[in-house]
């Protein structure tokens, strides 16, 4: 079955096209392509990416951190330059979020841009990064500080592939999706956390749940692409998660610190009186059920509160939050940073160890 879903962006629309073939077209001739692909993903589908494999101009690059770095960016530039490519050549990655944002970065940069495609083989790259037009980029120790807007001219996109994904990558995915469907109100939320074991257990399912998300992601960056205004409530989970992430040297993983992210910012909601207890107890059994097995992770509260403090959506006196209103419906708040909070946030965190 194939499926599309259009985009519109500040560079024109884009497709992403849901093929049961998996990397369908990414080995196309004219005109000429330059890969770019996750190393573990050219170990497991080396006999579907045979062709991609055995062509000229082939990068395999492991998914980590330090490899989506401004410091690397200059052997990226070099190997290309050394295949000969040219503007009217084609970038394709292929792999998760790490190459996703290598990728993006190049072409937007490289001979002021070169057009580029996209294979996303993880759950979090299908159901959420993959539309958007970001890329961020690592500097040193700062995570995500360089970047452009710059989409894909396609998208590819076969769920097949998420049959190798490790169990905890498949539930990061799923934390963005819970994310945008709270985003989508109550009644997206409900429905999805009724589906959450049916979307483990069959593709079909899964499938259905990732062209929702993206639907949702659609109808905020379509109208925000340039996250100047309504795509902020798309950071709900995250200066929480972020926080968490960084206390625990990346021992979470990111959709997984999301969604405590977002359980976090529930309960911090209700001490604050903007929303009430029942919308926490609707949602929390499904959060943590999607961040089980990472509940009694130590979150130092030091190292947690200093990251937090630095988060770029905060203003000078104050933490710039997403936060539920009264009908569970996510904003953006400004929150002082105060003994209550830090108070509220240390209980959260004392609770879910405990209970
Ligand atoms: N540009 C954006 O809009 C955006 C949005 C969210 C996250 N990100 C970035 O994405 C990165 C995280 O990306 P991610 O969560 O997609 O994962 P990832 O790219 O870090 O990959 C996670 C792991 O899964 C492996 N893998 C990938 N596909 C696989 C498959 N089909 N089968 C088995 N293993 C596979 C990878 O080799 C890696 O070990 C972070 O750097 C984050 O900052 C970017
Ligand atoms: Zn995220």
Request: net charge neutral; aromatic share 8%; with cysteine.
């Amino acid at each position: 079955m194939s499926e599309r879903l259009v985009i519109q962006s500040h560079k024109g629309p884009y497709a992403i096209e849901f093929t049961d073939e998996i990397f369908a077209g990414a080995a196309a001739d004219e005109p000429q392509r330059h890969y770019i692909v996750d190393a573990r993903v050219a170990e497991l589908y080396r006999p579907q990416l045979a062709p991609v494999l055995a062509s000229k101009s082939v990068l395999i690059v492991e998914a980590k951190e330090a490899n989506k770095s401004l410091e690397r960016a200059p052997d990226y530039v070099a190997h290309l330059m050394g295949r000969g490519i040219k503007r009217g050549h084609v970038l394709v990655a292929i792999g998760g979020g790490i190459i996703q944002d290598i990728t993006c970065f190049l072409a937007a940069v490289l001979l002021r841009g070169v057009e580029w495609h996209f294979y996303p083989t993880t759950l979090l790259a299908q159901a959420d990064s993959c539309i958007g037009s970001k890329s961020s980029i690592n500097v040193g120790q700062y995570k995500n500080v360089v970047g452009t807007y710059t989409p894909p001219a396609r998208i590819g996109l076969s769920t097949a592939v998420l049959q190798t994904l490790p169990e905890a990558e498949i539930r990061s995915g799923i934390g963005e999706m819970l994310k945008v469907h709270m985003i989508a109100g109550p009644n997206e939320f409900d429905r999805i956390a009724a589906d959450y074991g049916a979307i483990l257990a069959d593709p079909a399912m899964m499938r259905t749940y990732i062209l929702r998300s993206l639907e949702i992601k659609k109808g905020i960056i379509e109208r925000d692409e340039f996250d100047r205004g309504i795509r902020n409530v798309m950071n709900l989970g995250h200066s929480f998660g972020h926080a968490i992430e960084s206390a625990t040297d990346f021992g979470v993983p990111h959709g997984i610190a999301v969604t405590i992210g977002i359980d976090m910012a529930n309960f911090t909601a209700v001490r604050l009186g903007r929303m009430a207890q029942r919308h926490f107890d609707r949602m929390h059994p499904t959060l943590r059920l999607n961040y089980r097995g990472f509940e009694r992770t130590e979150i130092p509260a030091g190292r947690f509160f200093a990251a937090i403090a630095k988060d770029k959506k905060n203003t000078d006196a104050k933490l710039g939050l997403i936060l539920p209103d009264a009908e569970a419906v996510p904003r953006r708040v400004e929150c002082a940073n105060d003994e209550k909070f830090q108070a509220d946030c240390c209980e959260y965190i004392a609770r879910i160890r405990t209970t």
